[in-house]
C-alpha cells in the first residue's frame, strides 16, 4: 500500500488531549504521513496541550479572538481550512468530537470531496440544544464522515440507529483513556502553592469543575449552595475548584464559595496536574463530558452536573451518578458516599466502559484496513 497522508484537524484542549496520542501513533508508524491542522479556536488551553505531547502543528489557523461568538469560529475556521486542505490535499482527514472546529473541519473536507473518519463518534443525548452546540455539531459530522470510530458499542448502536453503514464502523474506545494512562504518575509532585499544600492524606478533597452554557446562572448557584452544605457537613471535606475563565462562571463561584475555609477556588490547570489532581482527589463533581471518561479509570465516582449525557454507559456500568443542579439532590447523592464506604467503593470499583488504552491502536488498524483491502479488519473493543 502506498503511503497515505493522514490529516488531524482540533482546535480545542479536549480536542488535544483525544487526538495527540493518535498523532503520536500515526508519527511513529510507516504507513502514514501525519499533517496536524490547528484552528487554535481555544489558543492557550490549546497550546498547553501541544506543549506537553510535544507536536508541532503544520498548519495553525490562530482564530481564536476575544469574545468571540459561534459565528466567528465557524466562519474563520472554514475560510481558513479551505487553502490548508488544498495545499496539503490529504487521503483522509481525522476529526474528533463535537466541537464547532469539529463540524467545520468535516465541512470543509466534503466541499473539497476529501474522505472523514471521526473519531469518538455516535455520542448521543437526543437532545439537539443539550449540550449546546456540541450535540448537533457531533451529529453533523456523524452525517459527513466516511468513518466512524466509535468508542463503545453504545455509540454504534446510536448510529446504526440512523443508518450509517456497519461496515464503516469501528468500535476502538476511547483515545483519551490511551492519553490519561500515558500522563497520570503515582508520584507527580505539584509544583503550585495551591496544590502542593493539600493534605491528601486527612481531607476527603471534591474535584469540581463547572462550565456548561446551559448551567450559567441559577443552576450553577444551586450548584455551589449545594456544595457549601456538603463542607459544612463533613469536616474532612476540602474542595478544590478550578475556576472556568468565563466571567459568568466566575461571578457566581466569588460569590457562594469565595472566603470558605475548606474551599480552594484556583486557575484552570494544564492537562498534566489536572489529570494528576483527580488521581488523587475523592470524588468528581462536573458537568463536563470527558471527565465521565476519565475519572473512572482512575477509580473516582463522577457526580454529573447535568440533565443529559452523551455517555450512558458510565451510568449503566456504576461509574457515573446524573445528579443535574438540583441542590437538594446533590447533597443526598454525595452525602450517600461520603456516609457510606460500600456505596462508594461500588462506584470506585466499576469497570470502567470506555477503553483499555489500545484505542489508537485500533484506529490505525482500521485504517489500514480502509486503505487496504487486503489488510484484516481489527477486532471491536469490548468491555471485560
Excluded: W
Excluded at 468535516?106 to 471521526?118: D, E, K, R, T, W
Excluded at 456540541?134 to 451529529?139: G, I, Y
Excluded at 450548584?223 to 459568568?248: Q, S
Amino acid at each position: 500500500m502506498p503511503r497515505k497522508k493522514i490529516m488531524t484537524i482540533f482546535g480545542t484542549r479536549p480536542e488535544a488531549i483525544k487526538m495527540a496520542p493518535l498523532v503520536k501513533a500515526l508519527e511513529a508508524g510507516e504507513a502514514f504521513h501525519c499533517v496536524v491542522a490547528v484552528t487554535a479556536q481555544h489558543r492557550e488551553m490549546l497550546d498547553q496541550v501541544l506543549d506537553l505531547f510535544e507536536i508541532k502543528p503544520d498548519h495553525d489557523l490562530d482564530i481564536m479572538q476575544a469574545n468571540q461568538t459561534l459565528f466567528d469560529v465557524t466562519c474563520k475556521a472554514l475560510t481558513g481550512l479551505k487553502s490548508v486542505l488544498e495545499e496539503e490535499k490529504p487521503d483522509l482527514v481525522l476529526v474528533h468530537g463535537d466541537t464547532t472546529t469539529t463540524f467545520v473541519a468535516s465541512l470543509a473536507s466534503f466541499y473539497l470531496q476529501i474522505p472523514v473518519g471521526h473519531v469518538e463518534a455516535g455520542l448521543r443525548t437526543g437532545n439537539k440544544r443539550s449540550p449546546f452546540p456540541e450535540e448537533m455539531n457531533r451529529k453533523l459530522t456523524g452525517s459527513i464522515a466516511d468513518l466512524h470510530f466509535a468508542p463503545t458499542t453504545t455509540s454504534r448502536e446510536n448510529l446504526l440507529r440512523e443508518g450509517v453503514n456497519p461496515e464503516t464502523i469501528f468500535v476502538t474506545g476511547n483515545t483519551v483513556i490511551d492519553a490519561l494512562l500515558q500522563t497520570v504518575r503515582p508520584d507527580y509532585p505539584f509544583t503550585g502553592p495551591d496544590l502542593r499544600n493539600i493534605d491528601f492524606a486527612n481531607h476527603r478533597v471534591l474535584l469540581v469543575t463547572t462550565h456548561r452554557r446551559e448551567n450559567l446562572g441559577e443552576p450553577m448557584r444551586q450548584i455551589y449552595l449545594g456544595l457549601k452544605e456538603i463542607i459544612e457537613r463533613y469536616p474532612d471535606v476540602l474542595v478544590v475548584f478550578p475556576v472556568h475563565k468565563n466571567p459568568k462562571v466566575r461571578a457566581v463561584v466569588e460569590e457562594v464559595l469565595g472566603g470558605l475555609k475548606r474551599v480552594r477556588l484556583i486557575e484552570p490547570l494544564d492537562y498534566q496536574p489536572f489529570i494528576n489532581l483527580m488521581n488523587k482527589s475523592h470524588l468528581v463533581l462536573t458537568d463536563s463530558g470527558g471527565l465521565q471518561e476519565e475519572a473512572p479509570s482512575l477509580g473516582k465516582p463522577v457526580m454529573v452536573l447535568r440533565d443529559t449525557t452523551e455517555r450512558p454507559e458510565a451510568v449503566v456500568a456504576g461509574t457515573v451518578r446524573m445528579v443535574g443542579t438540583d441542590r437538594q439532590k446533590l447533597v443526598e447523592s454525595v452525602s450517600e458516599l461520603l456516609s457510606s464506604p460500600g456505596a462508594y467503593r461500588s462506584m470506585a470499583n466499576a469497570v470502567n466502559p470506555y477503553g483499555d488504552g489500545q484505542a489508537c491502536r485500533r484506529i490505525i488498524q482500521s485504517l489500514l484496513f480502509y486503505f487496504d483491502k487486503n489488510a484484516v479488519r481489527p477486532v471491536d473493543f469490548a468491555v471485560k
